[in-house]
């Protein structure tokens, strides 16, 4: 079975600062994907970038990157130069691509606030 | 462009009624899912669809029922509500490539007194 950990309930960073939200995973399938999703305090899911286990280099998206480390299971997500509308909780999630099912295990999130 | 759309956004309902959150989605994709979010627990997957006529269970299906005769539409009943299903609800559908990212509804607020 899947599993998303993510350890840090809540997280503060200065505003310009980077910032690193730790994800770490378990699954027996060699083959799969990883995402990250915001979550503002307005309650919609927005997608944030995406990690295939066999792409090799780390995912980036503007000021989102991903630091994949495959023998480690973990995927932590990077921020740089935090902004104060980057406060939200964040949710790590994985999907194994074994059968035809595309649902996605998600973690219990990180609560990010960037001070001012 | 519309997306996914989730209604209502917000219901109260006493213990033992019967609701249906509908959804439907407007870019003909293949895979659909409801998840419940509550405080500390992140999304879980209660039912999810793979095409028009499957459905299959989630992690937590129990007092959950779906259904999916059309590509768009995906709705959720619960059966006789319990307290234990005060929850924040989200319907989602992605494409069938296994990169494709979820897609989510605004979410409905579910509150069963």
């Known amino acids: 079975a899947q599993k998303i950990t993510q350890t840090q309930p809540g997280m503060f960073v200065q505003e310009k600062e980077a910032v690193t939200l730790d994800c770490t995973y378990d699954?027996?399938?060699?083959?799969?994907?990883l995402f990250w999703y915001k979550q503002p305090s307005s309650g919609e899911m927005i997608f944030l970038i995406y990690q295939g286990s066999y792409d090799q280099q780390n995912a980036t998206e503007g000021r989102y990157s991903l630091n994949f480390q495959k023998a480690r299971k973990s995927a932590n997500l990077v921020i740089s130069a935090s902004q104060l509308g980057d406060s939200a909780m964040y949710f790590c999630a994985m999907r194994d691509f074994s059968g035809s099912a595309r649902q996605l295990t998600f973690g219990s999130g990180t609560q990010l606030t960037v001070l001012p | 462009n519309a997306g996914v759309t989730q209604t209502p956004k917000f219901q109260v309902l006493k213990t033992g009624q019967s609701m249906t959150l509908q959804c439907a989605q407007d870019m003909n994709h293949e895979y659909m899912s409801w998840y419940r979010q509550d405080p500390g627990m992140g999304l879980r997957l209660i039912h999810y669809?793979?095409?028009?006529?499957?459905?299959d269970q989630g992690e937590v299906p129990n007092g959950y029922n779906v259904s999916r005769s059309t590509t768009e539409d995906f709705p959720l009943r619960l059966l006789s509500a319990a307290p234990s299903q005060t929850s924040v609800y989200f319907c989602a559908s992605s494409y069938s490539g296994r990169s494709g990212e979820l897609f989510f509804g605004e979410g409905s607020r579910l509150t069963v007194l």
């Open positions: 699954t027996s399938d060699p083959s799969y994907g």
């Open positions: 669809s793979v095409g028009a006529g499957i459905t």
